[in-house]
């Protein structure tokens, strides 16, 4: 029998919500949303509070990629919402099924210049799977129910509500809705077939591995498929840690060396963009393996590009029993490579330099991160390191703001990661340029009980842009910081702790105490500006 639930809006809505898994709320106090937290009040529901709207939409993408399911981030009307657009940009680029709602002005006023009044909808269509305005408060569970369905179908990605004073606030009545109810979709068995053939009998096959498949709850299906195809797997994004870094087709290192010989290049969850040379990689043939039909790539023309549900894709790749080539010295020869990259890797990580180099920061990290920490990266030169010399050991413990490169990401993520994993160590990654972006959102995590430890690559520049303006015209500008700027006593300010280094040395001490500290830490280490990550550009 069909339950009915009546209540003011805010009532409404946070019953939908909650069969829709949603758990938490994450804000900026706001009174077009007073009835929101009215009814969050009443019955527990946890609300967690920030000092900007992007932290809030970033805190509940955290929830909605390290869980699976839908999060949840609650604007005021007007600034509330523009100021969130980042976050739902980002969610959009990310695929994470991120609800935003939004207050809006009175409809009976709309036009005569009430406070924050503005048409959000023209701003968040295009950054959003949907959009909608609901006008009566009998529509609300109807409305977050279908936007919340949409969010969840593959490809998955945000959507936005926004309410009228009166709707939100009067009451009303309407059938509770029933929770998700998402049918897989089927990728059609001809195309899964033919890619499994030519994955089977390539000589040199490369797997690439994105978000989706954490997404996709894949990651069990695709260590079957490459172990039944005895295939190389690497990552990306989320796909980090879904295999362990010692397992025997587990790489990293080895890219560059695997993409240049490779003749077949599979590439699961995650596009060809300019992480991926845009998908083009030589006379190899390009597999594609999506999760939707929209997001096979209209730019290159993959030999294959079956769509649909990540498991079942990959199971049946595991299950393939046609003829296939013998992988082992392809297999023996990106080993050897990978071996040879960490030995270098190794060397950077123990340097004993001063001003510090990044690698020695992450080489110290290595030594006091569990396999089981979540790792966030926010900034851009010092995060490429990252991305270089840390190896996560399990599938959703990486959170790095993705294809969009927005910052300020940081302490939103770290909210939504420790309301997540309130046991585990939470460590922020950020530049000294990030910083800029959420620092003051320490308070938030401080006032909160919400311990967190921030380690700053604190090298006084814009490093992505400085470098690389200086080779192109011989001078840079708007691309230097303080130097040493003191962000460790912004956190103390702030209600948290932390401390400076400036010796190579001293570095595994601070982060032991960074992560005893049980409040939010900062460790502020002064880098060499000279030290940039090697790279090609990203502006094509």
Known sequence: MTERIE??????????????????????????????????????????????????????????????????????????????ISGLTSAYFNASPVLVMGGRAPQFRWGSGSLQEMDHLPLVAPVTKHAETVFSADDIPRAVAAALTTALTPHRGPVFLDFPLEAIFSTGDAELPAGPALAPIAADPDEVATAAGLIAGAQRPVVIAGSDVYAGDAVAALRAAAEALDVPVFTNGMGRGALPPEHPLAFAKARRVALRGADVVVVVGTPLDFRLSFGDFGDAKVVHIVDAPSQRASHVQPAVAPA????????????????RADHTDWVAQLRTAEDAAKARDAEEMAAETDPIRPARVYGELRKVLARDAITIGDGGDFVSYAGRYLE??????????????????????????????PDRQICVLMGDGAAGFSLMDVESLARQKLPVVIVVGNNGIWGLEKHPMRAMYGYDVAADLQPELRYDQVVTALGGAGETVAKAADLGPALHRAFDAGVPYLVNVITDPADAYPRSSNLA
């Open 7 to 84: 209540g003011h809006g805010g009532e409404l809505a946070l019953a939908a919500l909650r069969a829709y898994g949603v758990r938490e709320m994450f804000t900026l106090s706001g009174g077009h949303v007073f009835p929101l937290y009215d009814a969050a009040h009443k019955i527990g529901f946890p609300l967690y509070d920030v000092r900007h709207e992007q932290s809030a939409v970033f805190a509940a993408e955290a929830v909605a990629k390290l869980q699976r399911r839908p999060g949840l981030a609650v604007l005021t009307a007007g600034p509330g919402v523009t100021n969130g």
């Open 392 to 421: 996560p050991a399990q599938p959703g413990t990486w959170l790095d703001p993705g294809p969009y490169g927005c910052l300020g990401t940081g302490m939103g993520y770290a909210m939504g990661a420790r309301v997540t994993h």
């Open 308 to 323: 649909g549900d990540l498991r079942g894709i990959l199971s049946a790749l595991a299950e393939y029993t046609g003829d």
